[in-house]
């Protein structure tokens, strides 16, 4: 079985996201989809709401897990047997930590990265961003599924 992984924050999933797990769908037997557990870093929804979204919106896919994971992805990929790490590349900005990574990654344990180029209805989109323009009253409704859209508005309501 040919499997990849699709790492990350999704604090929450945009359609930027979906769009690079959705094209590894159809190239790869499986994907999982695996949420970066950075006690470090605040976010807006925990661990378990961001993987509950994801997979509420990869439920149509058929081939698409939705886990977590610390410490270094090569060692997860290694637990799962995932000898491929698929990344979007938005900008030349993604390219120099992006090239870094997957060098280190290779290096480490010899798990491969691909590469996809960013759909351009998308090369702008950040999680960061959505929650900014959101935050501030901006209409991001095009830029997350429906159902993302409607538990953004209310966490950004509480907070
Ligand atoms: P962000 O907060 O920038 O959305 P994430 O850590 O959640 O960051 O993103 C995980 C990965 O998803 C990124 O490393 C990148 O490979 C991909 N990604 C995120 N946004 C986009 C996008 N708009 N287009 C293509 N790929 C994206």
Request: net charge negative; charged share 20%.
């Amino acid at each position: 079985m040919r499997r990849a992984v699709c790492p990350g924050s999704f604090d929450p999933v945009t359609l930027g996201h979906l769009d690079i797990v959705g094209r590894a769908s159809a190239i790869y037997d499986e994907v999982t989809v695996a949420v970066l557990v950075n006690k470090k870093k605040s976010s807006l929804f925990t661990v378990e709401e961001r993987i509950e979204l994801l997979r509420e919106v990869t439920a149509h896919y058929g081939n698409v897990v939705v886990d977590s994971f610390h410490g270094l992805l090569v060692d997860y990929c290694r637990t799962k047997d995932i000898p491929v790490i698929v990344k979007g590349l938005r900008a030349i900005s993604d390219f120099d930590y992006e090239l870094q990574m997957a060098q280190m990654n290779h290096g480490l344990a010899g798990v491969e990265t691909l590469f996809m180029t960013t759909n351009p209805l998308y090369s702008f989109l950040s999680s960061s961003l959505v929650k900014e323009v959101a935050t501030y009253g901006g209409d991001v409704s095009g830029l997350v599924p429906p159902h993302v859209h409607t538990v953004l508005l209310e966490r950004l309501a509480r907070v």
